[in-house]
């Protein structure tokens, strides 16, 4: 579209956004955006807001520019324009696309941001811990109550209400001496001031419901009312109020924080006249006094302003901040650095913070130090008073002592850390064989990160060099030979198939080659190193799964594989990548215990590559997977290989391992009685094709007769006729069957892995009538 | 009041935040975790844990209410600080001992001998779970015993009780290793741990004064580490505890620690299959 048609277009804001007022976030002004169906906030700066502020449907973009040009003295080109446009558009802020204008139209809530997802984070609800939603309708409850307290809604009801609580905070400073005599007593009343604690919950409830009475005042939404359990030892009602710092005026912005605490007091009315009025020896004296006390001092604790209590929020609204701690910490942070050293950096930086803004930031930094040394103090002579006598001389300093003993311990655990990191990072590639490893620092690894490998599929070179050299091993349980003298090597980057029946050594092999067993003859190396004893530098690069999963107890698929990657030295996001890897991100918050077979499969193997591991060992990994997860296995397989890494792989899924395998060893008896690659071992089988025809079409005895066949047997309804000379069989059968009926079946793995491991031992020849059931003969011998 | 976080987007390019290097959890921290999110959702073992000590002194409060020992101390004085030495080391023993017994039978120390970490790590997260343990089932008993009804005073001294719960803590585990690493099925650990601990509670004045003892027995106990425990909570909560004899318990403590220690790992297995 032209520039003219740009700049005559009328855009107006989608009707309800909402559009803040001026806020300071660090040295910036910044104004709020919200669109309320979707949740979404956006930070925008003063110029865009100008602009934002005056998309009213009325104005032309012409209009708007001119104003703007004469606010900041440029002029807003079409690039520009197309910008603050495209940016509305993507968020879905504007009323109707305007035009041609670039951007999305709107498309509803699902459309929303990033920062939506990050409200609607799932909450943990535990038996301890988490919330509990009260009310089901939060912001209509909010309506009745709102329409009840109507009458109370006069300044003069207002007014006296505020004087009221005044005069309580007189009241109670008048006669402090003797209130803090009874509560004093009532320590030794438990369950007196177990009573009083009750009443002042429920005042805390009150509290809560004056914030959203007071915002829902204001025109403002009331979220959700509920209990929040913190550690089984409080709960409290809260009141989610949103979108406090929209509200036009910052009185009325302070009002709604300060509401709690004005509810507070005015709660405690009533039992000053009652405490008042008793005579002095009356026993619910402690528990009146101790109540008017305690209900004042909870009341006032709100108001100091330090996060997360009323107070700070009060503070910041009035002073039109955002984050005003975590600003000021920044702020001070950077005062401090320009004191260490001359950075030219930081004073920039630093200048960039009008006068105003230091004051406020350096202030309230102050007024944190001086609250801090203020609440050490108080908890000190807490201390003192609460604690057993004997002590005298240093219950005082216990608080601060305990603070900085954490303080202490926690820098000595970082420490502790950097430095096991640091010495830890470098694994010296041993024979100089294999590319170093980095576990901590996966950005100078020689592999690139998940995040950069997603784009690049191209197959890495393979690395050279081997990866397993065993020559000679064997190991015996007793009298049983389960390994005898097997000898050889698979390469790096190498997809090495083992084949065998069960109890054939396999189990053994690996245990031998990962350090865990050690062998009683022959030589094992890997990556140029002995695995045995335990060793840890290998153990790093070695993943193994196992067909028998083992989790840790009772904890969530998530909470495994983290722990798991951290006991190898890995992150969070090593985990979350294998999680993702094997197809279990649903499932991470499900128990161990919980999951189906083949999701356990998953999480072992998720186990197994969680640190990225050069050599892995996979043990049956699809055994327990329907045939579409195998599939999606596979992928996940050649990924790996093609990453350059080594994978030694048992399966009793022939066809797996043709697809798969670059090698395969078939191994029975201890023995290797086959090493190749899979085509080559069934070329070298000159295993018989199959032709199957139904068995109505054709006898027995006329398949026999054909010429070329070797073999022929009856399956399940069809006559299978076993030859090496297909093609000749299949023109004679053509003579007496309708071709469409045969069906050919080549050689397969299979067979060839039928024949080799069926090959009986000498002593029990006899006894194996056929090739298939004699795989099950050699089971026992392990 | 709660406001909902405020999770903007900048529009335009925000002042650059710092980017904090992401921590990495170390194996101990994760591996104390594990240890202890599986200790608190097995939910029956946390209620006995500490349900059971509570009973044993409301039985044992019941009996002897009101009464005291010929110039000794008060029946409470004895039995609070007994029962509680016998709840921390039952706890410290069976905690371990079962979870040894399961992590080598399911294969999870093989997992964990498959990364990098070192054997005292694995042991060393066990033993901060079971002090965790031990501390919480020492407060909640205390505060149960304080109560009017059982009438336990606390001496101005009893500080002094918590480096003998720490060391009390790391014997039984330690004799809570040997177990776990003996005993291949739960039934074993239970047998065994029972055949160990129940004579043991008895013969060291757990469940009554260890006064009213016979001579010879109250002589023979001190081979038992519940005695040093026993002896040293009773004596601390009593406030007459002195430095001497406070130094003899946790010493008494520390040797056990260490010889059931090495024990336990001179028979330490990383896994059923040999």
């Known amino acids: ?782 | 009041m709660t406001t909902t976080t405020p999770a903007t987007t900048p529009g335009t390019p925000a002042p650059g935040g710092k980017s904090t290097a992401k921590a990495v959890p170390g194996p101990y921290v994760t591996l104390t975790r594990a240890a202890f999110l599986a200790s608190v959702r097995d939910r029956t073992t946390v209620f006995f844990t500490f349900a059971f000590p509570l009973v044993f002194l409301v039985v044992f409060g019941l009996l002897f209410r009101g009464q005291s020992v010929d110039g000794g101390l008060p029946y409470i004085n004895y039995v609070a600080p007994g029962v509680l030495a016998w709840g921390v080391g039952n706890a410290a023993l069976f905690g371990p001992a079962f979870a040894l017994m399961h992590w080598r039978r399911d294969d999870i120390l093989r997992l964990i001998w498959r990364t990098p970490t070192p054997l005292p790590t694995v042991l060393g997260s066990r033993l901060l779970v079971a002090i965790a343990v031990g501390l919480m089932q020492a407060v909640l008993f205390t505060a149960v015993a304080l109560l009017p009804f059982f009438g336990l005073h606390l001496d101005g001294s009893w500080p002094l009780a918590l480096p003998l719960l720490v060391l009390g803590v790391a014997a039984f585990l330690a004799l809570g290793l040997v177990v776990g690493s003996l005993a291949d099925t739960p039934e074993a650990v239970a047998a065994i741990a029972n055949c160990v601990m129940v004579p043991m509670a008895f013969l060291s004045g757990a469940f009554y004064p260890a006064d009213l003892l016979p001579g010879w027995i109250r002589t023979a106990s001190w081979v038992l580490p519940l005695r040093y425990l026993d002896d040293g909570l009773t004596d601390v909560l009593a406030g007459r505890a002195s430095a001497g004899s406070l130094a003899l318990d946790c010493g008494g403590l520390v040797a056990f620690a260490v010889v059931f220690g090495l024990i336990a790992a001179r028979i330490f297995r990383w896994s059923n299959r040999t």
């Not at chain 1, 190396?525 to 193994?544: C, D, Y």
């Not at chain 1, 026999?704 to 000749?728: F, Y």
């Open chain 1, 1 to 782: 579209m032209t520039t003219a048609a740009l700049l005559a277009s009328r855009p107006a804001l989608r009707p309800g956004i909402l559009v803040g007022p001026a806020l300071t976030r660090g040295p910036a002004v910044v104004h709020l955006l919200k669109d309320p169906a979707t949740g979404v906030r956006l930070e925008v700066g003063p110029k865009e807001h100008f602009i934002i502020a005056r998309l009213d449907g009325a104005h032309s973009l012409a209009e708007i520019g001119e104003q703007y040009a004469a606010r900041f003295g440029a002029r807003l080109g079409e690039p520009q324009w197309h910008q603050m446009l495209r940016l509305l558009g993507t968020r879905n802020l504007l009323a109707v696309p305007a035009g041609a204008v670039p951007g999305r139209p709107p498309a509803g809530p699902a459309t929303a941001g990033p920062s939506a997802a990050g409200e609607q984070r799932p909450r943990r609800s535990g038996l301890l811990s988490g919330r509990t939603r009260m009310v089901a309708d939060a912001p209509a409850l909010m309506d009745r109550l709102h329409t009840a307290t109507g009458f109370a809604r006069r300044p003069a009801v207002v007014g006296g209400l505020l004087a009221l609580a005044v005069a309580v905070l007189v009241a109670v400073a008048a006669r402090l001496g003797e209130l803090i005599d009874q509560t004093r007593e009532l320590y030794h009343q438990p369950v007196t001031l177990a009573a009083a604690g009750c009443v002042l919950w429920v005042s805390l409830g009150l509290h809560e419901l004056a914030h959203g009475l007071v915002a829902r005042a204001y025109g403002l939404r009331v979220g959700e009312i509920g209990l929040r359990r913190v550690w089984g030892v409080m709960t409290y009602l809260y009141c989610e109020v949103e979108d406090v710092q929209f509200l036009g005026r910052r009185g009325q912005q302070v009002a709604v924080a300060a509401a709690g605490a004005v509810a507070n007091l005015l709660f405690l009315v009533p039992f000053w006249p009652a405490w008042a009025l008793l005579p002095d020896h009356a026993q619910a004296l402690p528990f009146l006094g101790g109540l008017l006390l305690l209900g004042t001092a909870m009341a006032l604790l709100n108001l100091v302003p330090l996060p997360p209590l009323d107070g700070y929020k009060a503070l910041g609204y009035a002073l039109g901040t955002l984050r005003l701690a975590t600003e000021s910490r920044t702020f001070l942070a950077l005062a401090a650095s320009t004191l260490r050293r001359p950075a030219v950096d930081a004073h920039a930086k630093l200048r960039r913070y009008p006068g105003r803004l230091r004051a406020l930031y350096a202030g309230y930094g102050l007024c944190c130090v001086v609250l801090a040394l203020a609440v050490l103090a108080a908890a000190g002579l807490l201390c003192r008073a609460v604690l057993p006598g004997g002590w005298d001389a240093w219950t005082p300093y216990l608080p601060a002592g305990a603070i900085a003993a954490a303080g202490l311990l926690r820098l000595l655990g970082l420490r502790l850390a950097a430095r096991k990191a640091a010495a830890t990072r470098p694994v010296p590639a041993p024979g100089g064989d294999a590319p170093a490893r980095h576990t901590t620092a996966p950005h100078d690894d020689q592999r690139t990160s998940p995040q950069q490998r997603e784009g690049d599929m191209t197959p890495q070179p393979r690395p050279a060099g081997t990866a397993i050299v065993l020559d000679g091993v064997s190991k015996h349980y007793g009298e049983v030979r389960a390994l005898d003298g097997v000898s050889f090597s698979v390469a790096q980057g190498e997809f090495f198939g083992v084949l065998g029946p069960n109890g054939a050594g396999k189990t053994t092999l690996v245990e031998i080659v990962e350090g865990m067993r050690k062998a009683d003859g022959g030589t094992v190396t890997v990556f140029g190193m002995s695995p045995w004893p335990r060793n840890t530098a290998l153990l790093r690069r070695i993943g193994v799964q196992t067909q028998t999963s083992a989790f840790f107890t009772r904890l969530t698929a998530w909470e495994h594989l983290e722990t798991v990657a951290a006991l190898h030295g890995a992150d969070r996001d090593a985990a979350r990548h294998a999680l993702e890897l094997v197809g279990l991100g649903g499932k991470e918050r499900s128990r161990v215990d919980d999951l189906s077979g083949g999701q356990r499969q998953r999480l072992a193997l998720a186990t197994a590559l969680v640190h990225q591991p050069d050599l892995i060992f996979l043990d049956e990994p699809t055994a327990a997977l329907d045939p579409e997860a195998r599939r999606s296995l596979w992928a996940v397989l050649r990924e790996l290989r093609g990453e350059g890494r080594t994978i030694v792989y048992t399966t009793h899924y022939l066809d797996e391992a043709e697809a798969l395998c670059d090698r395969v060893a078939i191994i029975a008896g201890g023995k290797v009685v086959a090493l190749d690659s899979p085509g080559a071992l069934i070329r070298s089988m000159a295993a018989p094709a199959r032709l199957l025809i139904p068995a109505d079409r054709i006898t027995v005895e006329q398949a026999r007769a054909l010429d070329g066949a070797e073999r022929v047997l009856v399956e399940g309804g069809e006559v299978v006729i076993e030859t090496r000379h297909a093609n000749r069989v299949l023109v004679e059968a053509a003579a007496l069957v309708d071709m469409d009926a045969i069906q050919t079946r080549t050689a397969t793995l299979e067979d060839a892995y039928l024949r080799l491991t069926a090959t009986p031992p000498p002593a029990a020849a006899e006894e194996r009538p056929t090739a298939p059931t004699a795989a099950a003969g050699t089971e026992h011998r392990r």
